[in-house]
């Protein structure tokens, strides 16, 4: 109990102290020329900001917060000289990248509840055999394709419950354990840079694009992204054998058997059910140029089969990761008003006058992300990062969403900096300073390879 009124008592502290620097800030910079919107916005952007970074009240909350603060400042005529029509700030919850989210959630849960997941997973293990690099190497390419249809943070839960028993057997101080537990959260948070789905940064890059004119397809972002991600996970895995991986003795594969356990007849025909909707709705989405279906339409397939057929239940529905639905939403009300009010164009210009070139702009903003990012949500930075960069270069748009949201999925030198490391380190088996190595290799040829990649193909 005491405890508890602990915590409340420093999470009021932090967001009393988010508010007074919000409104310092505020004050300071605020221009005279400001309309009352463009007043209100810059104080919701600092204030947001320090909430995300004190994590004074959980982030979905900032999102709920922000959206109710848009409609409530900016539409109501005895707070603003000039009210505006509220209704695109509160819309961002039928925004087709919500919709392409919740199809994504829904194959994850129903891929999780047949165990469907484990099964390719132990599939895969069986494939790489009992040579510890190549377990490494199926381990860490598993995981990074079941991060591009599933949330690295459900993927790194799964995969590091699988591999729990051989890690325990082998010791916190094997070099193969440390390799596997390291290697988990590194192609988790790689794989999520190759689909929409895989990571919401990703969405809440397509979803600014689209409100600023821009569409981009399933297939067109993984021709972006699956290159990086594939890149950056054979680098990590890699540097993880020549670093801890010395001795090539065979490890133990026993644990296996014990994981299987007994599948019913229902939980086989689900199974199937399951892998025809995948094969479906992924192929939907990288064929939408030829049947005109948008990718969030196609989401309508698992939505309705898994729930129709009894895959899904009610139960399984309210477990879905919705906060992560209300933070991209809240992400996106941000954006449009920080747009709409005039704010990116008006600090645009000032970088613009500058006169920095375009390619160190680009660079400045991939590696400020991707550090900004290491100590806060990498969906908040790229809130944040995304319309600002958009603002400035603004025939680059398409270009630098896409390298600030791949910079804000490199931030992993921290066991705060991403849910998959912090997943790893709960374990107890990994020390803080082990992350280095992931967060250095990582943080610094991540941006890097988006930035070629994504220059080089425009």
Sequence with gaps: MEKTIQKGGKSVLLFLLSLGVALGLTFLLKEPDFTDSQVYVIFLLFFSVGLWLTEAIPAFAVSLLIIAYLVFTLGNGYLNSEPQNIDKYAQTFSSSVIWLLLGGFFLARAMTKTKLDQALFRYTLKLSGTNPRH??????????????????????????????????????????????L?????????????????????????GLLKNAGVEIEFIDWMIYGVPIAIVLTA??????????IKDKSPVPLDFLESQKGDISGETRSHR?????????????????????????SVC????????????????????LPWDTLLLVAGGLSLGIALENTGLLTHYGQ????????????????????????????????STVMIPLGMAILTGLSLEIALIIAFAASSAMFLPVSTPP????????LIQQK??????????????????SWVLLIN
């Design 421 to 428: 490391n912090a997943i790893v380190f709960s374990t107890g």
């Design 182 to 206: 390291l290697g988990i959260p590194m192609s988790a948070s790689t794989g999520g840079m190759a689909t929409i789905i895989g990571t919401p940064p990703n969405a809440i890059a397509v």
């Design 135 to 180: 377990l490494l190497i199926g381990l860490m390419g598993t995981t990074m394709l079941a991060s591009m249809i599933m949330s690295n943070t459900a993927t790194t839960a799964m995969v590091i419950a699988a591999v729990l028993p051989l890690v325990t057997t082998l010791g916190k101080e094997s070099g193969v354990s440390k390799a596997l």
């Design 434 to 451: 082990d992350f280095r190595i992931g967060g250095i290799l990582v943080g610094l040829l991540g941006p890097l390879l988006a930035i």
């Design 272 to 296: 199937r059910i399951v892998s025809a909707v995948i094969i479906v709705t992924v192929g939907l989405w990288l064929t939408t140029s030829l049947h005109g279906l948008t990718v969030a």
């Design 300 to 319: 309508a397939v698992p939505l309705v089969i898994l729930t129709l057929t009894g895959v899904l239940d009610g139960k399984d529905i309210q477990g």
């Design 350 to 381: 000032m970088l613009i006058g500058m006169e920095l070139k375009s390619i160190v702009l680009i660079f400045i903003f991939a590696y400020l992300t991707m550090l900004v990012s290491n100590i806060m949500s990498n969906s908040a930075a």
């Design 235 to 244: 680098i990590c895995c890699l540097v993880l054998i020549l670093v801890f």
